[in-house]
């Protein structure tokens, strides 16, 4: 927040602080008017008027320490009763001030009209009238700073206890992220391991191309949702290194609806689920592997696909997750709450489909939307 909203801030605060005093004067104005009249004692309604905006703009001008002791001295369960004796004294100083501030605004009143009033005559009269309703405005005051200093704490405890959802949230991320990227570097050494002694080339384009995917990782480890396009950018890049390893038995299609590519979606989604595909449909089988990638928005939701032609899983595999998927189970929770949802079931034709459904947002000038 700006110095300058700050300062507009504390003038529309004291404006509507004027205003309520000013509207309650105009109340008692009005009051006082009639009830003269009532009482076959008239007065003008120009002289109720500024008899009771005198009344009670004083009362304003002695809330201001009013507010500043009961912030002082809160009444609390630890200290109530020495707190409460600080506020009766002041109540009475209160009130005495009050009379007397009045009584001196009465002379001045007086004075304008022609009438010569004593001041202890005056200080008299307020104090026979007036003693216990300035008491009633003193701990009215006292009670709204009350009101409005336990709003605050609660505003400030609720917005420490957002940052440190927020602060734990991220911690989550970052750690469930770090765990992610050492078990896709072992399963990728694990395969160039299992290429060297058999094709050197082979393994040797491997290890070009998962430099290449690292420098991309490191380049976006600390963002925690990125566009699909970013993310379809980086499983090329590990398709590359799987293409390597089989081949013309690999094949990828994708079908990726245009306004998705710029949906934001968690950084690291749509690998380990690939990775699932080919470890589960097409590393086990001899015959040609087929894993699709789908993306399309559906009203608010972005729903995306990962299917292979595998033989699926049988109903007691469809719980055993590895690592990769279960990391990713976990950051969608994090991330969205009970708005995502992933679900593995069994195509018609054969093969797993995964589907992971999550709010559809796109990022538009540094934050998501």
């Not at 700006?2 to 309650?24: D, E, H, K, M, N």
């Not at 081949?247 to 699932?276: C, F, K, S, W, Y």
């Not at 559906?298 to 469809?318: A, H, K, P, Y």
Request: aromatic share 10%.
């Amino acid at each position: 927040m700006t110095a300058g909203t700050i300062t507009q801030s504390c003038w529309l605060r004291w404006l509507g602080l004027f205003g309520v005093w000013t509207l309650i004067g105009l109340s008692f104005a009005h009051q006082y008017y009639v009830s003269s009249a009532s009482f076959g004692n008239p007065v003008p309604w120009r002289h109720a008027v500024g008899h009771s905006l005198a009344d009670w703009y004083l009362f304003a001008a002695l809330s201001i320490p009013v507010s500043w002791l009961a912030r002082r001295f809160a009444i609390e369960r630890a200290n109530w009763a020495r707190h409460a004796v600080i506020h009766l004294a002041a109540g009475a100083v209160f009130s005495l001030g009050w009379m007397a501030l009045r009584a001196g605004v009465g002379i001045w009143q007086g004075s304008a009209t022609g009438e010569t009033i004593a001041f202890a005559a005056l200080f008299r009269s307020l104090l026979a009238k007036t003693f216990y309703f300035n008491l009633f405005v003193y701990w009215v005051v006292v009670s709204v700073a009350h009101a409005f200093g336990y709003y605050r704490r609660f505003h400030e405890r609720e917005i420490k206890t957002l940052e440190l959802e927020k602060c734990l949230t991220q911690a989550k991320l970052q750690a469930l992220q770090m765990q992610l990227n050492p078990h896709f570097l072992f399963n990728t050494l694990h395969a160039i391991s299992a290429l060297v002694h058999k094709d050197a080339e082979a393994a040797d384009r491997m290890i070009s191309r998962l430099s290449l995917l690292l420098r991309y990782t490191l380049e976006s480890t600390d963002a925690h949702e990125v566009s699909l396009k970013q993310e379809l950018a980086f499983l090329d890049r590990y398709l590359e290194i799987e293409q390597t390893r089989f081949g013309h038995r690999l094949t990828v299609l994708r079908d990726i609806d245009p306004e998705a590519m710029d949906a934001q979606v968690p950084n690291l989604l749509l690998q380990p689920l690939v990775e699932n595909a080919i470890r589960h449909g097409v590393e086990p089988q001899s015959k040609p592997g087929r894993i699709e990638v789908r993306a399309q928005r559906r009203n608010e939701q972005l729903q995306i696909e990962v299917c292979d032609n595998g033989t699926g899983f049988s109903q007691g595999q469809l719980t055993a997750e590895g690592v990769g998927l279960t990391n990713t189970r976990a950051r969608l929770e994090q991330l969205y709450g009970s708005n995502q949802r992933i679900e593995f079931s069994n195509a018609k034709e054969g093969g797993l489909v995964v589907q992971v459904t999550i709010p559809f947002r796109l990022e538009r000038n540094g934050s998501t939307e």
